[in-house]
């Protein structure tokens, strides 16, 4: 399945648990893994206890040389690698999702291979762990000096919590200072419920971990009188983009916004996520059919599924894709966030309380309002309850307006029956 690369004189050193990866094993005319040469030019553990692997195919362990560069037809190896694995539907590095390699312990598969495991979804763990760990500092933060898990009671965390609520948020905006210069000052807000809770979450999460491995005897979120987390006092987001206000941004993407256009019409229209919109590929797209694949690791929910995609979206992509001359396994855009862009269409235009996401709500509203079923909404959408999608479907004046004509059609229409049935 996998191609072995030809190794030039001298002998070829791996650094285990890298080698053989690619689940192919080393013959007597020898062989060579790209994947154990990613990363620097130069290989980064020199000096150091390695592996090399001679053209017997036996293993010896000795002391690699100092700084020693890769050879050529290594670096071209590696160039291609991307390209193959995405055609194979493989990672494209050695460490791209938990699991993607995995050690074959098996004497059929011969001793030193290594076996390749397709990762086709996440079995444990995260595949993120920047924002725990950001909550985690705010939680020590707040905790302070370490404290014994035996004291971890009710009252303690209620304080916690209390604590939080108590903190404000401080965040760094860009501002005009006394002289008319821009500089970033610190600017104060109220601390959300959600915030809160997240992080109760997490230390739910943590000293239930701790309850399993017998370091504590009982758990205080089970044994709480009320509930410390409260989703339901958590304030809904119901914000949804009117078709002025999306002409109005749409007028301002132009140089150096241009790209921003088909960020907003395809959010929308797609009714994807951010984060998984813009890890999009080109071979993703179908744009004969006007559909767009999810892939599964992209998703939120890890399960993949298709996309809808407007006669404007297509043309979007259409003359995007033409005047980058992208191909299939290329990345559809080289960027990963429209923040600052983003920032100035909505000052320019004169649109406030508007964020990326709400773009995703404004494509279902919209769908629900032309009458689609909730149902194929969901599934659009990747809920996985239909109550999430209900609880999603943003409420703005248009909708509260239709109500009023629906009210008053039917008031009406009483009415009439009633002066018909005196008459």
Avoid at 32 to 51: I, K, L, M, N
Avoid at 146 to 163: G, N, Q, S, W
Avoid at 339 to 345: D, F, I, L
């Amino acid at each position: 399945m996998h191609e072995n690369f030809p190794v030039q004189s001298g002998s070829v050193r791996h650094r285990p648990p890298l080698c053989g990866v690619l689940g192919w094993k080393i013959g007597e005319d020898g062989g060579f893994c790209a994947t154990c040469y990613s990363g620097a030019d130069v290989e980064p553990w020199a000096g150091q206890p390695a592996f090399f692997l001679k053209h017997d195919g036996r293993g010896h362990r000795e002391t690699s040389p100092a700084r020693q560069p890769k050879p050529q037809f290594v670096i071209e190896a590696r160039k291609e690698w991307p390209q193959k694995a995405y055609h194979r539907n493989l990672p494209t590095s050695r460490n791209a999702g938990a699991g993607a390699f995995r050690r074959t312990s098996s004497k059929k598969a011969g001793a030193g291979t290594y076996g390749f495991v397709t990762a086709t979804r996440k079995v444990a763990g995260r595949r993120n762990t920047k924002v725990p760990k950001f909550q985690l500092k705010h939680l020590r933060a707040v905790i302070g000096d370490p404290t014994a898990l035996r004291k971890l009671d009710y009252e303690f965390l209620l304080a916690v919590r209390i604590a939080m609520l108590d903190s404000p948020v401080v965040i760094k905006k860009w501002q005009r200072d006394k002289e008319g210069k821009r500089v970033k000052l610190p600017v104060q807000r109220q601390r959300s419920i959600v915030d809160v809770d997240r992080k109760m979450t997490l230390l739910r999460h943590m000293l239930r971990v701790a309850r399993r491995k017998k370091w504590m005897v009982s758990d205080p979120f089970l044994d709480a009188p009320k509930t410390l987390i409260t989703p339901g006092d958590e304030k809904k987001r119901r914000r949804v983009m009117s078709f002025e206000e999306e002409a109005l941004l749409l007028a301002q993407c132009v140089e150096p916004r241009a790209h921003l256009r088909i960020v907003i019409i395809g959010l929308v229209d797609s009714l994807m996520r951010a984060t998984e919109f813009f890890k999009l590929r080109v071979g993703d797209l179908a744009l004969d059919s006007r559909n767009v694949t999810v892939q599964q690791m992209n998703t939120k929910t890890l399960v993949e599924r298709s996309a809808p995609m407007s006669l404007r979206f297509a043309r979007e992509l259409s003359a995007w894709i033409e005047a980058r001359h992208l191909s299939a396994p290329d990345q559809l855009f080289d960027f990963e966030s429209v923040k600052r862009s983003w920032a100035t269409a909505k000052r320019e235009a004169g649109v406030s309380d508007l964020r990326i996401k709400d773009l995703r709500r404004t494509g279902a509203t919209r769908l629900y309002r032309v009458g689609m079923p909730i149902g194929e909404i969901s599934r659009i959408l990747g809920h996985t309850t239909i109550g999430m999608t209900y609880e999603y479907i943003g409420v703005d004046r248009d909708t509260t307006g239709r109500a009023n004509e629906l009210l008053d059609a039917m008031h009406e229409a009483h009415e009439t029956q009633v002066s018909d049935a005196l008459n």
